[in-house]
Antibody
Framework: QVQLRESGPGLVRPSQTLSLTCSVSGDSISGASYYWNWIRQHPGKGLEWLGYINYSGTTYYNPSLQGRVFISVDTSKNQFSLKLFSVTAADTAVFFC???????????????WGPGTLVTVSS | IVLTQSPGTLSLSPGERATLSCRASRHVSTTYLAWYQQKPGQAPRLLIYDASSRAIGTPDRFSGSGSGTDFTLTISRLEPEDFAMYYCQQYGSSPLTFGGGTKVEI
């Protein structure tokens, strides 16, 4: 059974870069053709999909982020990572990593989620 | 595609039937819609995919229906553990989007 867990700083200064890593266990990122996603949830609000990556590095980002997001993968560590540039207080959120449920299909539902990590943007 | 969930809050008692709506601003291709349950401090949990298919472990009191722009999640008889937030998500077109959620409260 696949398990995901987010890690990274809980506090980021405004205008800096938010960096998070998702560690995957129970499944090999390079061994299957799943898509690995980042999703965030502003405090008390709904969910916003940020983007995905697959084992070969193919990415797609939510246009609403206007080029501020970058997702990478490290198959040797079985991890994928998120960078969000030029953050403001409006980027304060719980960030989740999640696996797309269907192999070889980037647009799908999410069947496995990390527990989430709160990132606060504040000086 | 913008997903609008209604009502925002549903106040019911255990044993009652819950009907949650998810309306899309454009046609969702091929019933590509999922439902999730989220409890405070937890990640969302998949309940339904492809509009009406139950995920592994989803009790059969949960059912999904609909197509096109109108989708429904029905909980036939509410159990105490069903009081939570519920979100719909479409994956028929980019970007993937979620609804704003419905809170089912006692």
């Amino acid at each position: 059974q696949v398990q995901l867990r987010e890690s990274g700083p809980g506090l980021v200064r405004p205008s800096q870069t938010l960096s998070l890593t998702c560690s995957v266990s129970g499944d090999s990122i390079s061994g299957a053709s799943y898509y690995w996603n980042w999703i965030r949830q502003h405090p008390g609000k709904g969910l916003e999909w940020l983007g995905y990556i697959n084992y070969s590095g193919t990415t797609y980002y939510n246009p609403s982020l206007q080029g501020r997001v970058f997702i990478s993968v490290d198959t040797s560590k079985n991890q994928f990572s998120l960078k969000l540039f030029s953050v403001t207080a409006a980027d304060t959120a719980v960030f989740f990593c999640a696996r797309g449920a269907t192999e070889r299909r980037p647009h799908t539902w999410f069947d496995s989620w990390g527990p989430g990590t709160l990132v606060t943007v504040s000086s | 595609i913008v997903l609008t969930q209604s009502p925002g809050t549903l106040s019911l008692s255990p044993g009652e039937r819950a009907t949650l709506s998810c309306r899309a601003s454009r046609h969702v291709s091929t019933t590509y819609l999922a439902w999730y349950q989220q409890k405070p401090g937890q990640a969302p949990r998949l309940l339904i995919y492809d509009a009406s298919s139950r995920a592994i472990g989803t009790p059969d009191r949960f059912s999904g229906s609909g197509s096109g722009t109108d989708f429904t999640l029905t909980i036939s008889r509410l159990e105490p553990e069903d009081f939570a937030m519920y979100y719909c998500q479409q994956y028929g077109s980019s970007p993937l989007t979620f609804g704003g959620g419905t809170k089912v409260e006692i």
